[in-house]
């Protein structure tokens, strides 16, 4: 990996922090602040430290981005179950990134068994919070039938949607989409996508629980001589 691949690596991952830090709803946004100056200093296992800290405490954005790392391997020992673990409770405390991220796994077996079935039930979850990834996976799951019954018009929907917000594999799913549908059908459809709003999520508490919050500290962290920047948690996005 050339120096300029590595510059951009970590100002994407960089850029995904600054963004999450900025959301609303963060229990603890100074963690997230605080492992973007780690990055910006180079100091990836700093910036490990903060995350960890975070999702400890509860702030599912912290868990996402730790997740993503301990499973992506970048910069990091690569930790799967570790990884999944975190993805999951921010997941399951309705962060839709970290719900269309699980899907993905699923659907690839990766960390977890193959299940079709859970996949897409992450993905339509992520999918009715406006996750572009969720609708064009959901889209895709149910158009092909693979892990639900197959349901051409629906899928149609949930690609449109997806492609409205300019996600590249549902614009291009949609011309063979199209191609497959009734004009009727095809009008069904938009007026499904027309009435389409996605839920709330920021409500009094966006955080999961900590009972049992026992895990060990993570210590996967290369040496700075080995560390490579860390890669995009968006790389699941081409899973499906």
């Not at 981005?65 to 570790?82: N, T």
């Not at 992450?122 to 693979?146: D, H, I, T």
């Not at 004009?183 to 999961?208: D, I, S, T, Y």
Request: glycine share 10%.
């Amino acid at each position: 990996m050339t120096t300029a691949t590595r510059r951009t690596a970590t100002s994407t991952v960089l850029a995904m922090l600054i963004c999450l830090a900025s959301s609303s709803g963060c229990a603890q946004p100074g963690h997230l602040k605080s492992a973007t100056e780690r990055i910006e200093k180079k100091d990836y296992a700093g910036a490990v430290s903060y995350l960890e800290l975070g999702a400890r405490e509860g702030d599912r954005r912290c868990a996402y981005v730790l997740g993503s790392i301990l499973i992506s391997g970048e910069s990091v020992e690569p930790d799967l179950v570790e990884g999944v673990r975190w993805m999951r409770e921010a997941a399951e405390a309705e962060l839709p990134v970290a719900q269309a991220y699980l899907g993905t796994l699923y659907a690839n077996g990766e960390g977890v068994e193959k299940e079709p079935t859970t996949a897409a039930e992450w993905y339509r979850k992520a999918a009715e919070y406006g996750n572009s990834l969720g609708q064009a996976a959901l889209g895709a799951a149910l158009f092909y039938g693979v892990g639900v019954p197959a349901d051409t018009v629906e899928g149609y929907v949930w690609t449109q949607l997806a492609a409205e917000q300019g996600f590249p594999k549902a614009i291009s799913n949609l011309s063979e989409m199209s191609g497959a549908l009734t004009e009727e059908e095809l009008k069904q459809a938009e007026k499904r996508v027309a009435r389409f709003h996605p839920k709330e999520n920021e409500g009094p508490n966006p955080n999961f629980a900590t009972n049992n919050r026992r895990s060990r500290p993570t210590n996967h962290v290369r040496r700075a001589g080995q560390a490579r920047a860390f890669g995009s948690a968006a790389r699941a996005a081409a899973g499906f």
